[in-house]
């Protein structure tokens, strides 16, 4: 009896100790910089929102966080090398949902399982987009680009940050709900492709805001409509796709942090708290609200929740519009 008696003693020093030394490393976290991949171009929205919260982040961990943006393939690049570091909290990733909800239900193989490779950390922002063109491009509002993709169908090119990408699945969604057909010209980011609309290489695209802002406001895009299901603050005079004769068309995305599976849950909860923090600062938030993004700032559990409705959504999306990414 009295050598179990000391088993347990034994047993609940050893939690105490692991509980007692998670703390301390907690403590101790950060003691050097902090790498944030971002597996998307430079100022696309969420590398945007990503670099915001995270500036004001480094303020209270006593760290800077270094953006590290690793376009290519969607995303898939800078995904697979987040998922394969190492889960010490030095190296967390800033995302949207196209690559953890979006490509992983449309690819047979991305690389990654995004439930599997990774923790969640917060849901950052909403990501509203825009229908923009050119304003060379024949068309001011979406009947009339319906109009003339009914008369010219395939033969309007309309760019995105490549297969998969919130770009390319908004425009499938726009095409399925108006009837039209648009010739799809995938690039390496959404950078390159929003600036060739700018340049007129390429007529149209939807993109998430704030890209066009200042474009709009120079006369540089016309802007077409909003995707989402309620006006942008930023654009108030500028209708939803809904408002123009597509009834019940709502497309947003998100932006988000993550870091790699068995990052311990102590420095999981520390970032969480650091990204909320800066989030709730007035400061960033009013930055946020007037790029035209809506604030999240929610827990890891309740991140965990939204990304598995996020890949039951777009999985049925994928199956209903037959679309398949080789």
């Known amino acids: 009896m009295r050598r179990l008696e000391l088993k347990g003693i034994a047993a609940i020093t050893g939690i105490l100790c692991l509980a007692a030394a998670g703390a301390a490393n907690a403590q101790k976290y950060p003691d050097r910089p902090i790498h944030m991949i971002v597996p998307l171009a430079a100022a696309s929205a969420v590398d945007v929102a990503a670099r915001l919260v995270a500036d004001k982040m480094g303020e209270d961990l006593g760290q800077s966080i270094v953006i590290d943006n690793q376009p290519g393939a969607s995303g898939l690049l800078g995904m697979r090398t987040g998922a394969r570091a190492a889960p010490d909290g030095y190296t967390i990733l800033g995302v949207n949902d196209s690559i953890l909800a979006m490509l992983p239900t449309m690819k047979d193989e991305v690389g990654y399982d995004p439930v599997a490779d990774f923790a969640p950390i917060t849901e950052l922002v909403t990501v ?159 930055k946020l609200t007037d790029l035209g993004f809506e604030v999240i700032a929610n827990t890891p559990a309740e991140f965990s929740v939204a990304l598995k409705n996020g890949l039951s959504k777009y999985g049925e999306l994928a199956k209903a519009a037959n679309i398949h990414l080789d």
């Open 128 to 286: 509203n987009f825009a229908l923009i063109a050119n304003p060379a491009f024949p068309v001011s509002n979406v009947q009339e680009l319906i109009a003339l993709a009914k008369e010219k169908p395939g033969t309007i090119n309309y760019g995105s940050g490549g297969p998969g990408s919130p770009q390319h699945v908004a425009m499938e969604l726009f095409m399925r709900a108006t009837g039209i057909k648009l010739n799809h010209v995938p690039y390496r980011g959404v950078t390159p492709a929003f600036n060739d609309v700018v340049g007129g290489q390429v007529p149209v695209m939807i993109v998430g805001l704030p890209a066009p802002n200042e474009f709009v406001a120079m006369g540089k895009l016309k802007l077409l409509a909003i995707t989402s299901a309620k006006r942008s603050p930023v654009f108030p005079n500028t209708p939803t796709i809904a408002e123009q004769g597509v009834p019940g068309f709502d497309f947003t995305t998100y932006g988000a942090f993550i870091a790699p599976a068995k990052t311990p849950p102590d420095i999981v909860a520390r970032l969480n708290q650091s990204a909320v923090k800066a989030m709730h600062d007035p400061a960033v938030a009013k």
